[in-house]
């Protein structure tokens, strides 16, 4: 695994913004994946975290593109 494999923090926002945002970003073929850990910690039986923030990944070399579709989306 070299540095570009790597996931990336690329945007926290609910849930609406964030399936816009991956749509757009599947559009560019770039994939990405999610972690809510509120809903991760109800499942497991502890409370934590903030109910609408859902963090967004990315591979660290498509996180340039990435910021460019996001900030056009949230801007």
């Given at each position: 695994?070299?540095?570009?494999?790597?996931?990336?923090?690329?945007?926290?926002?609910?849930?609406?913004?964030i399936?816009?945002?991956?749509?757009?970003?599947?559009?560019e073929?770039?994939?990405?994946?999610?972690?809510?850990?509120?809903?991760?910690?109800?499942n497991?039986?502890?409370?934590?975290?903030?109910?609408?923030?859902?963090?967004?990944?990315?591979?660290?070399?498509?996180?340039e593109?990435a910021?460019?579709?996001?900030?056009?989306?949230?801007?």
């Amino acid at each position: 695994m070299n540095d570009k494999d790597k996931t990336v923090l690329v945007y926290t926002g609910n849930e609406v913004i964030i399936d816009r945002i991956r749509v757009n970003l599947k559009k560019e073929g770039i994939n990405s994946i999610t972690k809510d850990g509120f809903h991760q910690g109800i499942n497991a039986g502890f409370v934590g975290g903030t109910p609408s923030s859902i963090d967004l990944f990315v591979l660290e070399s498509d996180s340039e593109k990435a910021i460019e579709i996001i900030n056009a989306i949230v801007d």
